[in-house]
């Protein structure tokens, strides 16, 4: 369920959220947002009973996939939210926006703990250390800020693509990001030593998003030239690449147990692979 969820987040942009279940039957939840409003980013809970979406009035809203009820609605971005994420333990939600800001937020009591300012630009992909204890955004200004989420210090910068960061991940031992880029390429940074430790080339245009499998040893990246490659973590090297979407791939998402890849492309098609 989780997977088809998350794979909407950029491609649909309409006021009604398509949610495919895969449990059981397949069916369909529809969602009704205010007119007008366009859902960029889209997550689940951690108890898979609610989704949280970025939009473009601004906001980030809450719903229950059961009842399709809007459950809560938090204000305080000033531009629209293009990246949202829920913690590991569940109870906090990062978002990231055209405003320059990351901000997190209380699910449980509603309400916006604290911002984060540093960015010189749009905030695309925002995301939670495994352990909850820190945050990492990218940005349009070519920077990957590491925050500090209890005192809401920025404790690092990362420097090396030359373009704009669109996709960002955290490897399952918190030791290494993984970033995509409009410059097409892939950075391997070191989150101890604060460098990039390996650049990847292979993809022509936008790496629009970006997977770690759930095992840390290989990534899984897709963009612009409508390719899905498999590269190996450890060997630094690409091993496979996938292909079938007829124009720029938006978002991919990795299965838990590491075998299947879900990819949403702006040819209006999802599709899944065996990896």
């Known amino acids: 369920?989780?997977?088809?969820?998350?794979?909407?987040?950029?491609?649909?942009?309409?006021?009604?959220i398509f949610l495919y279940l895969l449990s059981g039957n397949h069916s369909e939840a529809y969602i009704q947002l205010p007119q007008g409003v366009k859902v960029i980013s889209i997550a689940l809970s951690l108890d898979g009973r609610s989704i949280i979406t970025g939009n473009s009035d601004k906001t980030i809203r809450i719903f229950d996939i059961t009842s399709k009820e809007e459950l809560k609605v938090f204000r305080g971005h000033t531009d629209e939210v293009l990246s949202v994420s829920v913690s590991p333990d569940g109870r906090y939600i990062l978002s990231g926006s055209k405003d320059k800001t990351v901000k997190l937020w209380d699910i449980y009591w509603g309400r916006e703990i604290r911002t984060f300012k540093g960015h010189r630009w749009h905030v695309n992909s925002v995301c939670f250390s495994k352990d909850g204890s820190y945050a990492i955004s990218g940005s349009f200004d070519k920077s990957i800020k590491i925050w500090d989420l209890s005192s809401g210090r920025e404790f690092g910068t990362l420097l090396g693509h030359k373009g704009g960061i669109f996709s960002l991940d955290i490897s399952s031992d918190g030791r290494y990001i993984v970033s995509g880029s409009s410059d097409g390429t892939i950075k391997i940074w070191d989150i101890v030593l604060g460098k990039e430790i390996r650049s990847f080339m292979g993809h022509r245009g936008e790496v629009s998003s970006i997977s770690f499998t759930p095992d840390g040893k290989y990534f899984i990246s897709a963009g612009e030239d409508k390719i899905i490659r498999v590269w190996d973590f450890e060997k630094g090297k690409e091993v496979k690449i996938m292909m079938g979407h007829k124009n720029k791939i938006n978002s991919i998402s990795v299965s838990y147990d590491g075998r299947y890849i879900l990819s949403g492309s702006s040819d209006k098609t999802v599709k899944l692979w065996k990896r």
């Open 1 to 16: 369920m989780i997977l088809i969820i998350r794979i909407f987040k950029y491609f649909i942009l309409v006021p009604i």
